[in-house]
């Protein structure tokens, strides 16, 4: 079974600082890996996503993503953030395999950008 | 386009009630997805439908909670008895295709009481 571990509940940063968010994941297949942002009380929203090909991902808003696969992670990087930026990040992974669409969420990470 | 559509955006209602959440998928869309979201268990897929069809409902709690699609554009939620652990978010989401490749889009939530 797949599973995804975001070891930070809430990140605090200053406006205009780089932030990283971390996300490792486990499966005993290749696997699909997500960004999404949820902005309060909003739906989530689609940053990015890593299927096939280069490692670094670029997505909305500035973010890119690292998937690396000996290490099993996909952190999230901005190197400047905005005070809009303060929103929950949700790491989701999903099996290649197959047909199965279940994706699997990470408990998130809530980031929060002061002045 | 309108998006995933949830109603209603927010429910109260005391023990024991029937409670029927409601979605309409984006149009063209053939998979659709419920996820409940709380502070204590994050995100979890409870059913998910394909062509109308339900492809995996291993998520759904208990024999308290049904959802059926009768068509492409519509589906509910039900809870009966409702309980107050049954508080949460509900979301909806919907995709094209049933690969695992493809984004699932959300919808903007239902913020459930059960008092």
């Known amino acids: 079974a797949q599973s995804v571990t975001q070891l930070d509940s809430q990140v605090p940063v200053f406006e205009e600082a780089p932030v990283e968010l971390r996300c490792n994941y486990s499966?005993?297949?290749?696997?699909?890996l997500f960004w999404y942002v949820q902005y309060p009380n909003q739906g989530l929203q689609l940053l990015l996503k890593?299927?096939?090909?280069?490692?670094l991902v670029k997505g909305i808003n500035g973010f890119e993503a690292e998937f690396n696969k000996s290490q099993t992670s996909f952190h999230l990087r901005k190197p400047s953030v905005h005070i809009s930026d303060t929103a929950e990040y949700f790491c989701?992974?999903?099996?290649?395999?197959?047909?199965?669409?279940?994706?699997?969420f990470g408990t998130g990470t809530r980031l929060q950008v002061t002045l | 386009d309108a998006g995933v559509i949830q109603s209603p955006r927010h429910e109260v209602t005391e023990m024991g009630q029937e409670v029927t959440l409601r979605c309409k998928p984006i149009s063209g869309h053939n998979s659709l997805f419920w996820y409940r979201q709380t502070m204590m268990r994050g995100l979890e897929l409870l059913i998910y439908f394909n062509n109308n069809v339900p492809i995996d409902d291993s998520g759904m709690p208990e024999d308290r909670f049904s959802a059926k699609m009768p068509n492409a554009s519509f589906s509910t939620l039900k809870i009966q008895p409702s309980e107050p652990r049954d508080s949460a978010v509900y979301f909806c989401?919907?995709?094209f295709g049933r690969g695992p490749s493809y984004e699932q889009y959300f919808g903007p939530g239902t913020r459930l009481t059960v008092t």
């Open positions: 890593y299927l096939s090909g280069s490692t």
């Open positions: 989401a919907s995709s």
């Open positions: 499966s005993s297949v290749s696997v699909y």
């Open positions: 989701a992974v999903r099996e290649s395999t197959g047909t199965a669409s279940k994706l699997t």
